[in-house]
């Protein structure tokens, strides 16, 4: 009997015998059951609420409770269930010719038809996919559908093109005894495809953008048709293999969307009684057939490093993906995410051994380590880049690679020294003349430092070297102060510190004006203080460099910027403002650290730094920053939208000037313009839009900030057909939009007569004429000033052709003849007898005339004409006609034929 086993959304659900599942949830410490009465389970569908079982056309809901799974729906489809998926809530059923979308309690959504060509739907992707599902049909066509999730509302669309097996190689296109499984990664670009061939199990995989198809393999294994995608990162792709003694090894593949390369990554063995189930970074899961236990093992990347944060493990995966891709840059530059010490210690073998001195130093700066660090940078003053790499190594207990590099370096001393400390003389490196006494090698090496400083004292570095030999110091002393030369007065305050003479050796760093020196001294007495009053009065970047070592937070960004070292105090000031709590002091720092940067800072770096800011508030002087420093228009102006800034004059003056010829300036220009309409600045982008002569752009913009004035002017500026035209129509919707104001609608009103006619639109402003017309009736049934507009149209209507010409004018005709006739009897319905006036009205308030004459006129002469003449049963009858048709009549009759009608009837008020 075939067992199931499904992972979706960090549940699992495995079958452990015919009627009984067992679910895993995180949301339980405790495994769930699920007995079924189904004869026979065909297949299992979950997410994180809900399982579903199936068999024959029969369908089984269960929610998944906190403390156990209740069955909720029984459902029942007119054929055989071939396969199904879950999806956001949505039952995917692949049912005779048709997918099959129900809710859960077997509402049906939506339907889709598979062509005769396609063949009925046989297989559906289930499990760890986002909201993407592919189905295979019988005919060997792979079609990808996709789920949109907007608040309750799901879309369901297809979001590639069927694409035919039979086009493929490996001969998938006989799918009936091929492919029995398939899958996608989270972004639907790579299909795995799970088939038998010669009753061998293989996996493919199809790049659905490049049309590829590529196996997968691993040396020595053969795949076993299980296997899985992560369900967020769509380069990680996990399968189950087995050796040749048939033992199981889960391998972990990288998969290039781009070259459908695919490498495999780590292999982990697992017992014969587990079975893959899903892959869920940093963990791959694993179900036990006998009882459901779920195990997760943790990748090798993420070994102590499960409880890091997503943006560690995503970067993490980055390196591992490009240095398999075999590049090394991007794979390092990847790195730069990274904030865990965690993860930095354990990336700190890769930057040794790849002798990445910028990556080592990051990962030393991470882990918090002073000593680290200092030994660090006093090992960088070597000329071997090992020296400082071996450093690193020591501070990390990485021994043996320390060792390896100072072989390679031909550091035999530095290599007996660490091996003396690790009490492995045995396997040190001997060579002549070494004495390994530390006085001694002390007292070499001040020689050998004088040596090279006396190099142009030919004369006299015998007689020194014999003084220094021989440690007759009152005489080196008056040797030294007979040349008066600061090298050698900063080389014998060095001397005398090492012999522990700490006031003889202070005088000298200060005759020498050696602050590096002097600072060191200070340093290594504790006395941080003078270290820092020394630093503060001289100009010694050097001296800075190495005081910032031993401060934190605004005192060491301060020494850092003193120093030329802006990396460091940029560093130092982002991983402040990191903290919940803002440290304003740091804040104000690094502003004003970029506000002096020069050209010199890497941009992607200075990018960094002001999205860090702006994150802040700090966006008053943000954009002008970006624009000192960049000399790319569009990257400045998606810094402005990212972080709500709005284009001022000033600004767009200064990125113009980033555009290097007239051709990239209109470009500039152009996107300028749009970014100010997309913020709101619509006179600004108009005035923009009209220096590129795009006036078509500029009249609309002009249109949404709703000013007639700037209109009409602008329009007559310009006097073009094309721009009256559309002035016409920006003041037409203008006026019908909103009451502007008696004066303001006239100026309107008359612009709009003079651009449309100025721009030989006469079609237009005629349809203009009778539509002001129509508003006349509707909103204020002043009729008199409707026909005033219905002739004025009929006078432009000369303008147009014969044909369309005589069409409007029967139009208008018709309507003129109507409003006449209806102003005349409001003016003398009161010597109309009863019969005629109803007629009329009612003749009036047809589905034709209504469209003329308003019901409400009508039923406001009738009311009066019923109330004067005190037939007010009938009167009464016409108001609660106009309240049927909720029409209210206080709006168009005086309330004193109302209210005398209601108390002569009724004796009461309207309801």
């Known amino acids: 009997m075939k067992m199931f086993r499904i992972y979706n959304e960090g549940t699992a659900a495995i079958q452990t015998n015919g009627d009984t599942i067992v679910i895993d949830h995180p949301g339980t410490n405790q495994l769930l059951k699920i007995s079924t009465t189904l004869a026979t389970i065909e297949g299992i569908a979950c997410d994180a609420r809900h399982v579903i079982l199936w068999r024959k056309n029969q369908i089984h809901v269960h929610r998944i409770f906190e403390s156990h799974p209740e069955l909720v729906s029984e459902l029942q489809i007119s054929n055989t269930v071939k396969s199904a998926s879950l999806i956001k809530d949505n039952l995917f059923i692949a049912d005779g010719r048709q997918l099959v979308v129900m809710t859960l309690t077997g509402v049906q959504r939506n339907t889709f038809d598979f062509s005769s060509e396609e063949g009925p739907p046989l297989l559906l992707s289930n499990g760890n996919m986002e909201n993407n599902l592919v189905i295979v049909t019988e005919n060997g066509f ?3 559908f996709r789920v949109e999730c907007d608040g309750t509302n799901n879309t369901i669309n297809q979001s590639h093109s069927s694409k035919s097996l039979h086009e493929l190689p490996y001969g998938l296109g006989s799918i009936g005894n091929s492919v029995q499984s398939v899958g996608s990664n989270a972004t639907a670009s790579l299909i795995s495809i799970s088939s038998v061939h010669n ?7 199809y790049n659905v953008l490049r049309g590829e198809l590529t196996e997968v393999r691993c040396n020595g294994l053969r795949y076993s048709q299980s296997h899985c995608w992560d369900p967020a990162e769509p380069r990680l792709l996990a399968c189950d293999f087995k050796g040749e003694d048939s033992s199981p090894h889960t391998v972990l593949f990288i998969v290039d969307e781009d070259g459908c390369g695919i490498y495999q990554h780590e292999t982990i063995p697992h017992s014969q009684s587990s079975h893959l189930i899903g ?22 990347d993420f070994i102590n490093l499960e409880n890091e944060s997503p943006l560690d493990h995503a970067a993490l995966l980055d390196f591992a993906f490009y240095t398999r891709l075999g590049d090394t840059d991007k794979s390092f530059d990847s790195l730069e995410a990274v904030t865990s010490p965690q993860v930095w210690a354990k990336l700190a073998p890769i930057c040794i051994k790849t002798k990445r001195l910028d990556l080592t130093e990051t990962c030393l700066a991470h882990a918090a380590s002073a000593e680290g660090l200092t030994a660090f940078e006093e090992a960088k003053k070597q000329p071997q880049t090992e020296v400082a790499l071996a450093a690193a190594a020591i501070h990390f207990e990485l021994y043996d690679l320390a060792q390896q590099l100072y072989v390679e370096c031909q550091r035999d001393d530095l290599l ?8 492995q003389r045995d396997g040190a490196l001997t060579f002549a003349e070494v004495d390994n006494d530390p006085t001694k090698h002390s007292h070499a090496r001040f020689l050998d430092t004088a040596v090279g400083v006396l190099g142009k004292y030919t004369q006299e570095s015998t007689l020194f070297q014999q003084l220094l030999q021989e440690k007759r110091v009152d005489e080196l002393e008056k040797f030294v102060c007979n040349q008066n030369d600061p090298e050698l007065y900063s080389w014998f305050g060095q001397f005398n510190q090492s012999l522990g003479y700490y006031a003889k050796a202070c005088e000298y760093f200060l005759i020498a004006g050696d602050d590096l020196n002097l600072v060191k001294f200070h340093c290594s007495q504790g006395d941080f203080d003078e270290a820092q009053r020394v630093v503060n009065e001289g100009s010694n970047a050097a001296a800075a460099h190495y005081l910032a070592k031993f401060y934190t937070g605004s005192e060491a960004v301060k020494l850092y910027t003193k120093s030329g070292q802006m990396s460091k105090a940029l560093a130092m000031c982002m991983t402040s403002l990191d903290a919940k709590d803002v440290n304003q002091e740091m804040l104000q720092l690094l502003m004003s650290i970029v506000q002096d940067l020069d050209e010199s800072i890497p941009h992607e770096l200075l990018e960094k730094v002001i999205d860090r800011l702006a994150q802040a508030g700090e966006t008053d002087e943000l954009c002008n920053v970006m624009l000192r420093h960049s000399k790319d228009t569009g990257t400045c102006i998606n810094f402005c939208l990212d972080h709500n800034i709005l284009l001022s004059e000033d600004i767009i003056t200064k990125l113009l000037s980033l555009g290097d010829n007239a051709e990239n300036s209109m470009v500039s220009l152009r996107e300028i313009a749009k970014t100010c309409a997309k913020q709101g600045s619509h006179i600004l982008a108009s005035k923009l839009y009209s220096q590129l002569g795009e006036n078509k752009s500029a009249i609309k913009c002009l249109a949404k900030e709703d000013d007639v004035n700037a209109i009409i002017e602008y329009a007559n500026k310009i006097e073009s057909a094309t721009v009256f035209a559309l002035a016409a129509d920006s003041l037409q919707k203008i006026e019908s939009d909103k009451f502007n104001g ?28 009778i539509s002001k017309s129509q508003t006349c009736v509707e909103q204020a049934g002043d009729y008199n000033k409707a026909m005033q507009y219905l002739q004025d149209a009929s006078a432009f209507s000369t303008k147009l052709n014969a044909s369309a010409s005589q069409e409007i004018k029967n139009l208008i005709g018709e309507r003129v003849s109507t409003m006449e006739w209806f102003v005349f009897v409001t003016e003398s319905y009161q010597t109309m007898d009863q019969f005629s006036l109803e007629n009329l009205c009612l003749d009036l308030m047809s ?14 002469l009738l009311l009066r004409y019923f109330s004067n003449s005190e037939q007010y049963q009938t009167a009464y009858k016409y108001l609660q006609e106009m309240q049927e048709i909720e029409l209210d009549p206080y709006l168009y009759v005086e309330r004193d034929v109302i209210k005398k009608i209601l108390s002569t009837v009724e004796n009461g008020s309207m309801k």
């Open 142 to 144: 792979i079609k990808v």
């Open 199 to 205: 009753e061998t199990p293989k996996l493919f995989v």
């Open 279 to 300: 892959i869920d970074v940093p963990y791959v899961v694993f179900a036990q057939e006998d009882d459901g236990n779920v195990s997760y093992e943790t990748m090798s």
């Open 416 to 423: 007996d020294q660490l091996l003396n400390k690790l009490k």
């Open 742 to 769: 008696e004066e303001t609608e006239e100026t309107i009103h008359k612009s709009i007569i003079q651009f449309y006619t100025k721009a030989e639109k006469f079609d237009k402003l005629v349809t203009y004429l």
């Open 847 to 860: 589905s034709h005339s209504n469209q003329i004459i308003r019901p409400c006129d009508c039923y406001a």
